[in-house]
């Protein structure tokens, strides 16, 4: 299936999420903290052409199948893209070029873009620089009227 980037600028603003995992890693004695910065899209299995046209046209990321056993859930799978290099210079740079309409997914996806900005710079590594990360983190999914201008730092920024 062939996409063209505003059919995936709709998929996106309504299905897509940009978002970064943070966890402990290792044992108890030598723990540290691991950021995962994800975009990824989950449909269900009717539609996972649309996936595989994702995956055709970025040429990058996967698609999983994803389970779930609650009540009243299909079979879905997810299109997702991990690697920080890909996300970087793939995912990013497309939806500069190609922004998306809904306020709270830009603003989601600004966030993310500094996240990945923290992590290209090393401050994951840092106590302080992991706290920054974690305030971003926290300001994403809440919707434009909880997370405040994020469109307007990045510009300063940029």
């Known amino acids: 299936m062939k996409l063209k980037p505003d059919y995936i600028v709709g998929l996106v603003d309504g299905e897509g999420s940009f ?3 943070v966890r402990h890693v290792g044992t108890s004695v030598n723990r540290r903290v691991k950021v995962e910065p994800r975009f990824y899209l989950k449909l269900r299995a009717i539609d996972k052409p649309l996936l595989d046209g994702l995956k ?5 990321g996967n698609v999983y199948i994803q389970r779930d056993q609650r009540k009243n859930h299909s079979l879905c799978y997810r299109f997702e893209v991990h690697n920080r290099e890909q996300l970087k210079t793939i995912i990013v740079p ?31 590594l840092t106590s302080s620089g ?7 983190k926290e300001q994403m999914h809440l919707g434009s009227s909880r997370a405040g201008n994020p469109q307007a730092r990045w510009e300063r920024q940029h």
Do not use: V, W
Request: net charge negative; glycine share 2%; with cysteine.
């Open 56 to 60: 055709h046209y970025f040429q990058c």
């Open 130 to 136: 992991l706290h920054q990360i974690l305030l971003l």
């Open 19 to 21: 978002t970064a995992f």
């Open 94 to 124: 497309f939806f500069k070029r190609y922004q998306l309409n809904s306020p709270s997914k830009q603003e989601d996806f600004i966030l993310f873009c500094q996240i990945l900005e923290k992590i290209s710079d090393g401050d994951h």
